[in-house]
């Protein structure tokens, strides 16, 4: 089957350097995308990795190593409006490959000052 | 404030009612998305209407009926439904080309069903 595993919820200081990890198998693999939700709010996009290494878009970067099946997400200098689930998703080969992504069950990131 | 607009932000409805929830979008994007979202999971992709036309029917039963009347507007008509049905319903946009094309979402709609 194809499934995404994440930690369910991530703790973390403010200030400090938190990394959620995504683990992936699937039957194909374009590239992996990352989101971000608020309660209450809209899923909104982050980032999305095609190719191995790192993508870095100010304190947020993401990372992929498609030979490890593994992605992770990295927020620097964590500030309390970060407090959100965030999903890693996959872009998967196939005939819907544009439009249909494989979803995570998404993390909650809880920042105590 | 998102891009995509959606309304309305609530609804209650009976098992018996029909209501429509309604999307908007103008950013030019041909690509338009409906997911069921319950709490604490993550989106499930109900349906995508590519250039207006149906792409994706993800065997969503038939008291759920998309249409997209033009290339800024989707609409999701609701006929009888279920308490299982009670969710935040999404709308998403995006591109249609090849590649990735990262989905805007609206702010959904949190619809209870008595």
């Known amino acids: 089957g194809q499934s995404l595993e994440q930690p369910s919820e991530v703790t973390a200081v403010e200030g400090a350097i938190v990394q959620i990890n995504c683990t992936y198998q699937t039957s194909g693999f374009y590239g992996l995308s990352w989101y971000q939700q608020h309660d209450g709010g809209a899923p909104t996009f982050l980032s999305y990795n095609a190719l191995d290494g790192l993508e870095e878009t100010g304190r947020f970067s993401s990372f992929l190593s498609r030979s490890d099946s593994y992605g992770y997400l990295l927020l620097q200098e964590l500030q309390m409006k970060d407090s959100a689930s965030y999903f890693c998703a996959v872009r998967d080969k196939g005939r819907r490959s544009n439009y249909q992504l494989i979803w995570g069950a998404g993390t909650k990131l809880i920042i105590k000052p | 404030d998102t891009e995509v607009t959606q309304t309305p932000k609530h609804l209650v409805m009976g098992m018996t009612n029909k209501k429509s929830l309604k999307c908007e979008q103008h950013?030019?994007?041909?690509?338009m998305y409906w997911y069921k979202q319950k709490a604490k999971k993550p989106p499930e992709l109900m349906f995508v209407y590519s250039y207006e036309k149906l792409s994706i029917n993800e065997s969503v039963p038939s008291r759920f009926s998309p249409e997209c009347p033009n290339s800024s507007l989707l609409n999701l008509h609701l006929h009888a439904l279920q308490p299982e049905d009670s969710a935040l319903y999404l709308c998403a946009s995006s591109e249609a080309g090849t590649g990735y094309q990262p989905q805007h979402f609206g702010d959904g709609t949190r619809l209870s069903i008595l």
């Open positions: 950013m030019g994007h041909r690509a």
